[in-house]
Every structure is written in structure tokens, then in C-alpha cells.
């Protein structure tokens, strides 16, 4: 099989045009959203692997920084974390992993009308993010998934630190290749990484067995206070700002908590709330099949996925929780579980 081959027959239009489009660009700010995960990290590495390939000056920008568990990433350049003293001023952004311009962060979204974009995502909503081009695949299991087809398109190998970041980005967006968006196809391009020499048992050994004991000790506390609700097909767990305080442990730590409480029997829906600041909660969901948790969050102006949504809500802890769990009931209510 020619590693071209491994773009999916629906993909190869897009990884082409992307590949095409960033031939033409240079002095590129190269993002993904606020508070990255491995798919948005992961994505962004592999953003720069291609451009320095084909010789494009870019430089990457990460707010508010790469979490600490993902910092083993070797990165392809410096990640900016502020868009002030820059190595020359950006005329393109090329923007990954997304969702809608207000995940971009302030500091770039103010930039963003002077410069020319390219977007590239697998969440629904942003299509018309990038002014200069869009290649949007909810299909898509991960950003880095669509990363590695644009380098394919490209004539790329996918070798080295760019096969690592594609490699951490799948791991990440599918749970460690567990998550309904598994596909063949995600399979296939790990296979391909594996037999190209990609350590994929280190990255998972790097994201697993990284914990500080603050982290322990936070998921201890709020796995003893996971509840059961509506009849127990929704889990919910609250995390206040003292939670963090009390255990020393950082936002950060709560990645992949929501995860966890989708595992109790009978459950159908997860639900995650995290008081960000006082008035100001984040939320995250999960669900597994067909429940549809992103309907849930979009009708509070979030979004995400299918199996895994989230989004802010700008109010106190008790109005956020009843918010939050009227709406995931109505969901659940519509879809007759
Ligand atoms: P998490 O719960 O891990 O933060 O996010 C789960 C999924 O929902 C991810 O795909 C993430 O991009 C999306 N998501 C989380 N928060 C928001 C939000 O505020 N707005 C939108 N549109 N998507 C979100
Ligand atoms: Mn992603």
C-alpha cells in the first residue's frame, strides 16, 4: 500500500486543497483552542512538522500553555503563549481543532480579521472560521488524524515528531483507541505509525503515568462524591475552586475525570461541573452509542461532540448544576432513555 493510500477515499479532496493551501502561505501563526488537549497539542505539532518541511515561516501559539502532562510532546518550534514579541509579525493563522472563534482565545481572535486563515477541525459549527479555507470533517476522529492526511497529501513521511504528534492526538481524541470514533481508518493510520517506528506505547506510558499525588488525591475526593441522578442514567460529580485549593492540584488534572463516571452501570450521560472562577462554571459531557450530549451542550451556547461536549455556563455553582442537568434530562427525555 502507497502511504497516500491511507487517506480515506472522503478525505482525499480535502487533505489535497490543505496541502495545496499551505504551499501558498508564510509567516504563519499556527493555533489550536484554549486549554489544549493531546488532539489540539498534537495538531499543532504536527502543523509545524509540515510547514517547516515545505519551508514556511510560522511560529506556534498556545494559551494559556501546553498543560504539563502533555509537555513530553518535542514541539517543532517555541510555543508563544502571548501574541506580543513575536519573531516577525503573522500575515496567515492557521487554526486547528476549534470549534468556533470563541475557543481561539481574546488575544487572537482580535488579530484574526487582519490576517488571512485556514481552518481545519473535526467539530460541527466554524466552517467558516478560516477566511481563505475551511476543511471541516466531524467525521474525523482528531485534527491530528486530518494533519496526518494533509502531510500524506503533501508527500510526506510520517516519521519522527510528526508521527508522534499525529500519534498523541489519535490516542487522545479516541480514549486510547476505546471512543465510538475508532474507525478503520484511525486504525489503519496508527498501524501505519506503529510500522514507521512511532512509539505508541510511550506516549500512552507518557500520559499515563504522570500523575502528581495532588492529582491522585483530587480524584479520590470526587470519586467519593460522584452522584447518581434521574434515576440513575446520569452521573454527576461538582468540583468547586476549594476542591483544587484544598489538594493542591491544578485545572488540568480534572482532564479525563468526566470519563470516569460515564464507567458507572447504567449510566447514560456524565456530567462534569467545574467552578472556574465564582459566577463562572465550565462543564463536560460524555455519553456513549447514540445519546447526544452535544445537543445537550449546544443548547447552553457549548458544543463538541456526539460522545463528548462541553461549554460555560456564567453562573453560580447551584443555578449552573440545576442548568446544566435540566438540559441533559431534556436530551435524554427526547431521545425516549
Ligand atoms: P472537554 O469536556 O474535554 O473540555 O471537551 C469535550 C469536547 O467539547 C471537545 O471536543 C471540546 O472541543 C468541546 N468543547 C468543550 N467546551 C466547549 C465550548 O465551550 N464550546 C464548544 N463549542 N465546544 C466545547
Ligand atoms: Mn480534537
Redesign the pocket.
Known amino acids: 500500500m502507497q502511504p497516500s493510500e491511507l487517506i480515506p477515499e472522503r478525505f482525499r479532496d480535502g487533505a489535497q486543497r490543505m496541502a495545496a493551501a499551505l504551499r501558498g502561505v508564510d509567516r504563519v501563526v499556527v493555533a489550536a483552542?484554549v486549554?489544549p488537549?493531546g488532539d489540539a497539542v498534537g495538531a499543532m505539532a504536527a502543523a509545524g512538522h509540515i510547514l517547516r518541511a515545505l519551508d514556511r515561516e510560522f511560529f506556534l501559539y498556545v494559551t494559556p500553555r501546553v498543560p504539563q502532562d502533555l509537555s513530553f510532546l518535542p514541539l517543532p518550534g517555541t510555543a508563544h503563549t502571548t501574541l506580543e514579541r513575536l519573531p516577525f509579525t503573522p500575515r496567515w493563522a492557521l487554526l486547528l481543532?476549534?470549534?468556533?472563534p470563541?475557543?481561539l482565545g481574546q488575544e487572537l481572535a482580535d488579530r484574526l480579521p487582519e490576517l488571512e486563515s485556514l481552518n481545519i477541525d473535526h467539530?460541527l459549527?466554524?466552517d467558516g472560521m478560516g477566511s481563505a479555507g475551511n476543511w471541516v470533517e466531524p467525521q474525523a476522529a482528531a485534527t491530528a488524524q486530518l494533519m496526518a492526511y494533509v502531510a500524506l497529501a503533501a508527500g510526506l513521511p510520517l516519521e519522527g515528531g510528526l508521527a508522534t504528534a499525529v500519534t498523541l492526538g489519535l490516542v487522545t481524541?479516541t480514549g486510547g483507541f476505546r471512543h465510538g470514533n475508532t474507525s478503520a481508518d484511525v486504525l489503519r493510520l496508527a498501524a501505519h505509525l506503529v510500522e514507521k517506528g512511532s512509539d505508541l506505547a510511550g506516549v500512552r506510558e507518557k500520559l499515563d503515568s504522570n500523575w502528581s499525588q495532588a492529582r491522585m488525591h483530587l480524584w479520590g475526593e470526587l470519586m467519593r462524591r460522584a452522584e447518581l441522578r434521574r434515576g440513575g442514567t446520569v452521573a454527576f460529580c461538582p468540583v468547586r475552586l476549594d476542591d483544587l485549593r484544598a489538594t493542591g492540584a491544578l485545572k488540568e488534572d480534572l482532564?479525563g475525570f468526566?470519563e470516569q463516571l460515564r464507567q458507572l452501570r447504567g449510566v447514560r450521560a456524565a456530567a462534569?461541573l467545574r467552578e472556574d472562577a465564582p459566577g463562572c462554571c465550565?462543564?463536560?459531557?460524555?455519553s456513549c452509542g447514540t445519546v447526544d450530549v452535544?445537543a445537550a451542550?449546544?443548547a447552553l451556547?457549548?458544543?463538541?461532540?456526539r460522545n463528548?461536549?462541553?461549554?460555560?455556563l456564567r453562573m453560580g455553582m447551584p443555578e449552573a448544576e440545576e442548568t446544566l442537568l435540566n438540559a441533559l434530562a431534556r436530551e435524554l427525555d427526547s431521545e425516549g432513555l
Open positions: 483552542h486549554n488537549d481543532d476549534c470549534g468556533e470563541r475557543r467539530h459549527g466554524g481524541d482532564e468526566v462534569l465550565k462543564f463536560s459531557l460524555r452535544r451542550a449546544a451556547d457549548g458544543g463538541g461532540h463528548a461536549a462541553g461549554g460555560t
